[in-house]
């Protein structure tokens, strides 16, 4: 059962999503079209506000979330941490020290512009991609983003 984000989760829900975006380089976000079906969709380009709870991703490469966001702007984003490391360490002491998957529940805000900061923190994270030729082509044009509102949260419990 979710549980709602307050100002003392906030930093540590942002530290699970580094984390887990460190050892995938991707987050998940969930999206149902309108004939109820869901779909989950990988993105690298996500990041999460540290005022307010709220983040915010380049919408490039989407083409079911504008679309489903049309009948319902609820999403599910989802990042897991996979590093080796970190299963390791928590298998061989017994304990997870951060929770190895954690899902935060919002709401789609408008497809807009970029703000001069989420282009700086686009080019900071992409940065070193988009000077190599692939990278140019994928992400040498990020014209737009959209904003995500979050309300609630969930993580995994296991039972070490």
């Known amino acids: ?18 984390h887990g975006f460190a050892s ?3 987050v998940a976000i969930a999206t149902v079209d309108a004939d109820g079906q869901p779909n989950a969709t990988p993105i690298g380009s996500f990041f999460l ?14 083409k079911n979330i ?5 009948a319902n702007p609820k999403v599910c984003v989802m990042s897991v941490n996979s590093s080796k490391w970190f299963w390791l360490k928590s298998l061989l002491f017994g304990k997870f020290e951060t929770p190895p ?18 282009m700086e923190r686009g080019n900071r994270r992409l940065g070193r991609m988009k000077i190599l030729p692939g990278g140019k082509k994928l ?12 309300h609630a949260f969930e993580v995994a419990k296991l039972p070490i």
């Open 1 to 18: 059962m979710p549980s709602p984000i307050t100002a003392e989760n906030w930093p540590i829900i942002r530290r699970n999503f580094r």
């Open 24 to 26: 995938n380089l991707h």
């Open 49 to 62: 506000n540290r005022d307010g709870f709220s983040g915010f991703y380049f919408e490039i490469f989407t």
């Open 66 to 70: 504008p679309a489903n966001a049309k």
């Open 101 to 118: 998957m954690t899902k935060i529940y919002g709401t789609l805000g408008e497809r807009r512009a970029p703000t001069a900061t989420e």
């Open 139 to 150: 992400f040498g044009n990020m014209p737009f983003v959209r904003e995500v509102h979050f």
